[in-house]
């Protein structure tokens, strides 16, 4: 401790009005020993906290918490996993997933799955992240976050702010019965946009598609479409692919019914079926 309270004397200099550097304890006088010991007790605390961050940061490694995207979806499946543990198949069409994507969301969960669209889309040039409101907004904007880019919701209600210089398009729902116009405010796109698309479900592709006439009619690109669940047995991501888009699922669907729930691998063709479904 002898040569620590003495290198604090040299790492933090005491003077006494002549500016000399003190090395030694036994020339100071002691007035000030005061602050050589507030100096030493500082430099201790500065080691202390330097090794209490050490330990943080191998326990954080330990723990996978630093780098929680490791066990993604390429290899274990995250998603599915998770609508296995979770979800509920309510009928052959509906799929209950409230619990951790559309009604309670799961912050952690959100921002892997957001890493990963991140990362299966890096090489696209995206300047701008899309969603329609309100369940897309989680992973899109956890996507955003990773690849370091604006998110843009796109309306579905009228609003009094957004007039005048709009983009617009009316999307039907079939699974809600219900209609509406979906709005973009002009100043958010440009026809240099790269648009990654990102949506919680893809059943009959009508969100999807009305997002595209947006983006097209403002001179910008689609360059990839993004969904945590794809409904394969409905006709969605063949009219996205038909139409020339890059569709990439997290979770695709092949099979619901009353306890039953069947995924299907990501190169798999969707089927051919016409369901009609949102």
């Not at 921002?111 to 890096?122: I, P, R, V, Y």
């Not at 617009?168 to 958010?188: H, M, N, V």
């Not at 006709?235 to 695709?252: H, M």
């Amino acid at each position: 401790f002898r040569e620590i309270f003495l290198e604090s004397c040299w790492l933090f200099p005491v003077t006494a009005g002549d500016d000399r550097y003190l090395r030694d304890t036994r020339s100071v006088s002691v007035r000030f020993r005061w602050e050589i010991h507030r100096n030493f007790l500082t430099w201790i605390l500065c080691r202390i906290w330097k090794n209490v961050r050490q330990v943080l940061q191998w326990q954080a490694k330990d723990y996978n918490i630093e780098n929680k995207y490791t066990y993604e979806v390429k290899s274990v499946k995250l998603l599915e996993d998770r609508i296995k543990k979770e979800g509920q198949a309510l009928s052959e069409t509906v799929l209950k997933v409230d619990s951790f994507i559309n009604h309670q969301v799961d912050s952690v969960f959100m921002d892997a799955l957001g890493a990963d669209f991140a990362e299966h889309f890096k090489d696209a040039g995206i300047t701008k992240v899309f969603t329609i409101e309100s369940s897309g907004i989680a992973p899109a904007l956890m996507t955003a976050e990773h690849l370091h880019v604006p998110l843009v919701i796109l309306k579905k209600q009228t609003s009094k702010i957004l007039n005048g210089n709009v983009y617009q398009t009316r999307i039907t729902s079939f699974t809600k019965g219900t209609s509406y116009e979906l709005t973009l405010f002009a100043d958010y796109i440009t026809p240099e946009d790269r648009i990654l698309l990102i949506d919680d479900f893809l059943a009959n592709g009508e969100a999807a598609m009305g997002a595209s006439r947006i983006i097209e009619a403002s001179g910008a690109t689609l360059a990839g479409i993004g969904i945590l669940i794809e409904k394969s047995f409905q006709k969605g991501r063949k009219r996205l692919e038909e139409a020339g888009y890059t569709v990439y699922s997290q979770a695709r669907i092949g099979k619901l019914g009353a306890g039953v729930i069947e995924f299907l691998p990501e190169e798999e063709p969707a089927s051919r079926e016409e369901e009609p479904a949102d």
